[in-house]
């Protein structure tokens, strides 16, 4: 597959959205987790099976959430982990449960090919606008009455959440780049499926001396899969979610499905807000990042109608 040129490659990025790995009301725990990622993955070993290059990336919300309830619960044990150092130790812990489960499902296609997990670095500018004004939610409620604490001993900005109660906020700025890039290309370029920037890629940003430091912080999910698709010469990137298609008036009587859409026509539909930016808005700033740096299409559907999806038969397209 290597000495093939990209342009006879059939080369796509599939991002799998949360409910890949955990799903509403159930517990997830670790036999569930792996449950639901062998369900998830079905539609991914078909497009394998038609001869595509793949890389993988997946959320990690409910997974981020867990391990920092943890952390909360142990501080006084054992000394806390950082956010960045624990998205990557989720990079490794889901990917290898991403990598066995696609792994048994090629062995019992007999489809001989490789699968890898990558821990992915991937690069923010250390003045990204976010990082002075935080507002992504992570982690678990706390009380009002508990809000100046978290604020002085840990220096957290705390924000309200609804009606749900408070919550600590973070950082989440834009992905520019992926460090590992180049490694992913070639793996990917040679036949090898890579798992890379689970859960937005561990953030980093590049010091004036051109060393690497991380970011206390999360990036979105799609748009590091964008920029992943991107790096390493993706021709389709399918985002996987809850929903069988990308739709407008969404949750109304008034709902319209659509099976394709233009960059002009999802920018026009955003800036009339039609896609939240808690849903379905990083997912079309993906696709719209992605289409115009070369891209060929993304396909937006749910993780249970990919196979579909890639006949045709279902899903939302979206074109340059």
């Known amino acids: 597959m290597g000495n093939q040129k990209r342009d006879s490659l059939k080369i796509a990025v599939v991002a799998l959205g949360g409910n890949a790995i955990s799903r509403e009301f159930e517990e997830g725990n670790i036999t569930q987790q792996f449950a639901n990622t062998r369900r998830s993955l079905v539609g991914v070993a ?39 150092v624990i998205v990557a ?4 812990g889901m990917g290898y449960m991403i990598q066995q489960s696609l792994q048994n499902k090629l062995y019992k296609r007999d489809i001989p090919r490789k699968v890898v997990t990558l821990v992915t670095q991937v690069i923010v500018d250390k003045r990204d606008p976010s990082i002075l004004n935080p507002e992504k939610y992570v982690g678990p409620f706390y009380t009002q009455d508990r809000i100046a604490e978290l604020q002085n001993t840990r220096g957290w900005v705390v924000k309200k959440d609804a009606d749900r109660g408070f919550r600590r906020v973070v950082p989440s700025p834009e992905p520019l780049e992926i460090v590992e890039k180049d490694t992913v290309k070639q793996l990917v370029h040679q036949g090898t499926i890579v798992i890379a920037a689970g859960g937005g890629g561990a ?77 379905m808005g990083p997912k079309i700033l993906a696709a719209i990042s992605f289409l115009e740096s070369g891209g060929k299409m993304v396909i937006i559907t749910s993780i249970e109608r990919m196979t579909d999806a890639i006949d045709g038969r279902t899903g939302t397209r979206i074109f340059p």
């Open 203 to 279: 953030p980093v940003y590049i010091e004036d001396d051109g060393t690497l430091e991380g970011v206390d912080a999360v990036i979105d999910k799609d748009k590091a899969a964008a920029i992943l698709a991107r790096d390493i010469g993706a021709q389709e990137l399918f985002i996987l979610t809850a929903v069988e298609k990308v739709a407008l008036n969404f949750g109304t009587a008034s709902q319209i499905n659509l099976d394709t859409l233009t960059v002009k026509d999802a920018k026009k539909f955003l800036e009339e807000n039609q896609f939240p930016p808690g849903s």
């Open 46 to 84: 078909d497009l394998i099976e038609k001869g595509y290059l793949l890389a993988i990336t997946h959320g990690n919300g409910p997974q981020v959430g867990n391990a920092l309830l943890r952390v909360e619960e142990c501080r006084h044990l054992v000394p806390p982990t950082p956010l960045g």
């Open 89 to 92: 130790d989720l990079e490794g």
